[in-house]
């Protein structure tokens, strides 16, 4: 059976990052997989079969390999990255863990700092 894809054509404000999260995060939960995120559209594939919760950062890396495997060791896969700098990751949903388990930045100093690196960006 081949593949189902779709692209959205929706954009988000840099300081409105977690609306798009929640929007990955619905997709999710109907069935359809982040592909490959972007500023001005999004593509995804259809797998009912899982389900994740999507988080996003926002910096310019220099070693794009150890930020990738920091994020894996606690649990996170990483999808993709935007000409901007913004990072895509996705962790597979699990109804019995808290909220918490689902946030990338897990102390307020690394949260504002991201917020200030996008807010240079609005």
Same mark, same amino acid.
């Given at each position: 059976?081949?593949?189902?894809?779709?692209?959205?054509?929706?954009?988000?404000?840099?300081? &409105?990052?977690?609306?798009?999260?929640? &929007?990955? &995060?619905?997709?999710?939960?109907?069935?359809?997989?982040?592909?490959? $995120? $972007?500023?001005?559209? /999004?593509?995804?594939?259809?797998?009912?079969?899982?389900?994740?919760?999507?988080? @996003?950062?926002?910096?310019?890396?220099?070693?794009? $390999?150890?930020?990738?495997?920091?994020?894996?060791?606690? $649990?996170?896969?990483?999808?993709? /990255?935007?000409?901007?700098?913004?990072?895509?990751?996705?962790?597979?949903?699990?109804?019995?863990?808290?909220?918490?388990?689902?946030?990338?930045?897990? &102390?307020?100093?690394? @949260?504002?700092?991201?917020?200030?690196?996008?807010?240079? @960006?609005?």
């Amino acid at each position: 059976m081949a593949k189902e894809y779709k692209t959205s054509y929706k954009s988000y404000f840099a300081w &409105d990052y977690e609306q798009e999260t929640r &929007d990955l &995060d619905l997709a999710s939960e109907q069935g359809w997989q982040l592909v490959k $995120g $972007g500023c001005f559209h /999004s593509r995804f594939v259809k797998n009912p079969e899982v389900r994740y919760r999507y988080q @996003l950062d926002y910096r310019k890396i220099e070693d794009m $390999g150890r930020y990738i495997e920091t994020f894996r060791e606690q $649990g996170w896969e990483y999808v993709n /990255s935007t000409f901007n700098g913004w990072h895509y990751f996705r962790k597979p949903y699990d109804p019995s863990l808290p909220e918490e388990a689902y946030e990338i930045f897990t &102390d307020r100093e690394s @949260l504002q700092e991201m917020r200030r690196k996008w807010s240079r @960006l609005a």
